[in-house]
């Protein structure tokens, strides 16, 4: 499987992290590098390291690097061109208050990975009006994320109950 995270997931997953040093050399380790090592999991990320540069705006520089090279040693990151979202539906996610660059580049890298899948649980994905929703795949943009884009938006526990399931 295939995903892109968020910043606040990758946060969430960094607070559970292992330090370990190995030749004298930190090293992290995550829940997720089970998974990346058994090859149920490659992490999108674009070209330009945007969406790493907003991991570390908000988990800090160093953690990120780190936890970067990791994933890279483990062959955990796919580097991809980010897809354009159709005007169409793009104006949809306007009107619905979906106007975050950084979320939006969620969705574009999904768009160029074969799973097309968001793992997030910002509540901007779900309705941005109403974070009530958060989870409930009926509500507007997860919604038409995944009819229009075919882009499925999960939360980071559904995320790791179907990486589990592979185990």
């Keep these: 499987m295939d995903a892109a995270i968020d ?24 829940n997720l590098d089970k998974h990346i090592d058994a090859k149920r999991l490659i992490i999108g990320m674009d070209k330009a390291y945007s969406l790493a540069d907003e991991w570390k705006k908000t988990c800090g520089e160093e953690v990120i690097q780190m936890l970067l090279i ?33 979320d939006k580049l969620l969705i574009r890298i999904a768009l160029a990975l074969t799973d097309k899948i968001v793992v997030t649980n910002d509540g901007d994905f779900w309705d941005p009006h109403d974070h009530s ?10 919604k038409l994320c995944y009819e229009r884009l075919d882009v499925l938006i999960i939360l980071p526990d559904q995320l790791m109950k179907r990486l589990n399931a592979y185990s």
């Design 7 to 30: 910043s606040v997931t990758i946060n969430h997953l960094i607070r559970n992290l292992k330090m370990t040093k190995k030749k004298s050399v930190k090293q992290i380790e995550t």
């Design 133 to 142: 929703c958060i989870g409930d795949a009926d509500a507007p943009v997860a």
């Design 70 to 102: 990791n994933w890279k040693d483990r062959k955990g990151i796919k580097i991809i061109q980010p897809r354009p979202i159709s005007s169409n539906v793009s104006k949809k996610l306007r009107i619905y208050g979906f106007q975050d660059t950084i």
